[in-house]
């Protein structure tokens, strides 16, 4: 209105709706995520189930029903996360958990905006799903977010869209006029026009409720101009309104990012190494029956998965003796991983142990126990194996026409010949390779620890794990890549679930922190989930060789605390540290049978036991993420807690470090972190000691020995105190 005209017009009307609140679902009878269609609601709370078909780019010049024709968008959408390698590889999230997204969102000007995340299900192609949308809503500072609730295992793909919301932009621009008493007349027809480009969407998406609304709200704008405010602001006018956006002057983010959403057990889980065939006790090859009595011994401890080394026939040519022996006695048995001979190759069990109903038995035995049976993927042979006279084209022969046995100069393995993955037969080979996986799924493993990986061209495992997966994506694969931190992070980023780590070698607090912090990094944390072995049937380390079994001890909390999953081999909790040479087992299971009654330097089965307990208790401690590490006056002392997002489950943990001594530190209590702020006294449960404490003020001190060199503290945040209770006032 003119400066000097007639007195202001003073209008009545609804409380504010400028203020972008999170947006409803969205309706539910719209066909898909097509540019100037509406969004609609999917299954479930806060998705929208559009078609399969993905959204399409903006596009200015293509005039829609109810679409602004000519105009072009402006919006930015930027720094989208969780983001892999600017989206060509895959984060890893587990099933039914919400994947959180965030973006910055913005444009120029003042208009109040609205963005969704779009995601579906790719694979298997089974579940292959219709796009969803997500709404977004605004963190502060132009960053938006929203959290999509994971299906089935499976890979998903995801974007960010973004447009202006043209309607709740002219609410505020109108609110903010009438406030300074300004003729809106002009304002309120051009309030109508809005909404009737939101009704014709509304009509096109076959939803004439909604339609039918924004007509008779448009009809009013058209009125008395304080009906038309009063109408224009009522809230299910805006939600319908902003329900049909004009989305061809929006931005759809191009890239779809990749989600490789897992079952569970890749996130978490107590791993138990044992080989069959030392069942018995070393009075006689092993059996599957024999080991199926090891399986309540594993149930009691806590263990959730049992991993057996490789089960096939073993070649002859060049077995290795006792010790590594390069000749071996007519009894030796050999080492599993040189696999294959005339009983058989990949698909074969060793007689000895049995037969193949056999196996399948003991899976069906371990599930009774709550047990997943982990089967070893090794990609070699031996040269007795069937493949290498019926498929010579699969491996590398020398210019004498022999064939090439693996080497590591100086060392050499004649008793296993290697593929030539990417050799000439390599289109029957992969193949060949795909289905022992699919041979032994079909007989109840879904769990493979693979062997070397890092020793096989990276194009075959993506290959591989898209292959099984698309037969069943709950299949979890453990890496065993003790190499190359790129290589490492580059086979996780395959689609490996889990890997092996360098923990096996971090003993002091400074190493052990750093290596911890750097893998919770969001580009490691995205792509490679720990799997933490104190020992291995390769590998006897050197603390383990000389600290007796406080070192066992601190080793196992250390790995049962800091990772999701851990694993131990064998022998662990009776202490073995009998060495060879360097971090070779003296008299090693991996060329002969082994009496562990002979072989005990100590028993720490029942802590194991209590750190299996806690651990299925406390769900901080079946995540990686929540990790943290704490303020300790001792450098012997390494201190650090565990929490989930909700702070239902806290965990702190304290861990000497010295095998030899007594230590006595001062902790520094994380309270406020841990929603115990303020309080003068915090009770807690010490679990191992099964203990309760009081700790007063922000420190407290722990005394750390040899025989038992670890406390976890579980700490409950108070849910009521006094002052809620009616009473109290």
Not at 102 to 115: I, M, P, R, S, T
Not at 313 to 333: F, H, L, Q, S, Y
Not at 464 to 491: H, I, N, Y
Not at 601 to 627: F, K, M, T, V, Y
Request: net charge negative; aromatic share 10%; with cysteine.
């Amino acid at each position: 209105m003119l400066r000097g005209a007639e007195p202001p017009f003073v209008y009545s009307f609804q409380p504010s709706m400028a203020q972008p609140a999170p947006p409803k679902p969205l309706h539910a009878e719209t066909p898909g995520p097509e540019r100037g269609t509406p969004l609609a609601r999917g299954r479930g709370a806060d998705s929208v189930t559009p078609s399969r078909q993905s959204p399409a780019p903006a596009d200015a010049s293509a005039a829609r029903t109810g679409e602004s024709p000519g105009r072009a968008g402006s919006m930015v959408i930027e720094a989208v996360t969780p983001e892999l390698d600017g989206g060509r590889s895959a984060v890893k999230r587990i099933a039914g958990e919400p994947l959180h997204v965030e973006a910055d969102v913005f444009k120029e000007g003042h208009d109040v905006l609205a963005a969704v995340v779009w995601w579906r299900q790719i694979s298997p192609t089974s579940d292959a799903g219709p796009w969803r949308a997500v709404p977004m809503h605004l963190l502060g500072n132009d960053r938006w977010a929203a959290d999509v609730t994971l299906g089935p295992p499976g890979r998903v793909v995801f974007t960010v869209e973004a447009w202006p919301d043209l309607y709740r932009s002219w609410v505020s621009e109108l609110e903010r006029k009438v406030a300074v008493g300004r003729d809106v007349r002009s304002e309120l027809l051009e309030g109508a026009a809005l909404l009737r480009g939101c009704a014709a969407r509304a009509e096109a998406a076959h939803a004439s409720h909604d339609a039918q609304l924004l007509e008779e709200a448009a009809g009013a704008l058209e009125g008395p101009p304080m009906q038309g405010i009063d109408r224009a602001t009522e809230v299910r006018v805006v939600e319908a309104a902003t329900r049909y956006p004009d989305r061809s002057i929006g931005r759809r983010d191009p890239l779809e990012r990749p989600v490789l959403v897992e079952r569970e057990r890749a996130r978490s889980g107590a791993w138990y190494e044992l080989f069959p065939r030392s069942a018995a006790h070393g009075e006689r090859h092993g059996t599957f029956q024999d080991a199926e009595a090891l399986l309540p011994e594993a149930e009691r401890l806590g263990f959730d998965v049992v991993y057996l080394p490789p089960i096939h026939p073993i070649g002859r040519t060049a077995r290795k003796g006792k010790n590594n022996a390069a000749k071996a006695e007519p009894d030796d048995v050999g080492s599993p991983w040189a696999i294959g001979a005339r009983e058989g190759g990949h698909t074969a069990v060793h007689p000895e142990l049995g037969t193949l109903e056999d196996f399948r038995r003991f899976v069906g035995r371990a599930a009774e126990h709550g047990l997943e049976v982990a089967l070893d993927l090794a990609f070699q042979v031996s040269p007795d194996h069937p493949w290498v006279s019926e498929h010579p084209e699969w491996f590398q022969h020398r210019p004498d026409g022999t064939i090439k046995t693996a080497e590591n100069p100086p060392k050499r393995y004649d008793d296993i010949v290697n593929f030539d993955i990417l050799g000439p037969g390599r289109s029957t080979l992969w193949p060949a390779l795909r289905d022992v996986v699919l041979f032994w799924l079909e007989r109840g493993v879904r769990i493979f620890r693979v062997d070397n990986p890092h020793t096989k061209p990276l194009l075959f495992w993506e290959w591989l794990l898209r292959e099984v997966r698309e037969r069943d994506p709950g299949v979890v694969f453990l890496s065993e890549a003790f190499t190359r931190p790129k290589l490492m992070r580059a086979l996780a980023k395959l689609g490996f679930s889990q890997s092996y780590t360098y923990f096996t070698w971090r003993n002091h607090k400074r190493e052990l922190t750093e290596y911890f912090q750097e893998l919770r990094r969001p580009e490691w944390a995205d792509a490679l989930r720990p799997n933490l072995w104190p020992n291995t049937p390769d590998i006897l380390p050197e603390l383990l060789q000389r600290g007796g079994p406080p070192a066992f001890r601190i080793r196992v909390a250390l790995a049962a605390t800091l990772g999701a999953s851990y694993g131990i081999y064998s022998g662990y909790e009776f202490c073995d540290a009998a060495v060879l040479k360097g971090e070779e087992y003296r008299d090693s299971e991996k060329y002969q049978l082994v009496d562990w009654r002979t072989r005990r330097s100590g028993d720490i089965r029942e802590w194991i036991r209590r750190l299996n307990e806690i651990r299925h208790a406390e769900p901080a401690l079946q995540r990686d993420e929540g990790l943290h590490f704490l303020e300790c006056n001792d450098p012997q002392v390494l201190f650090y807690g565990k929490r989930t997002e909700d702070g239902t489950s806290q965990v702190l943990v304290a861990v000497s470090l010295d095998p030899y001594r007594t230590h006595t530190a001062e902790l520094q209590l994380p309270l406020e972190r841990y929603g115990l702020g303020g309080r003068e006294v915090v009770e807690v449960e010490e679990r191992l000691g099964g203990e309760r404490q009081l700790w007063r003020g922000h420190t407290t001190t722990v005394t750390l020995t040899p025989e038992l060199p670890a406390a976890v503290w579980t700490v409950r945040a108070p849910a009521r105190s006094e002052q809620a209770f009616d009473y109290f006032y």
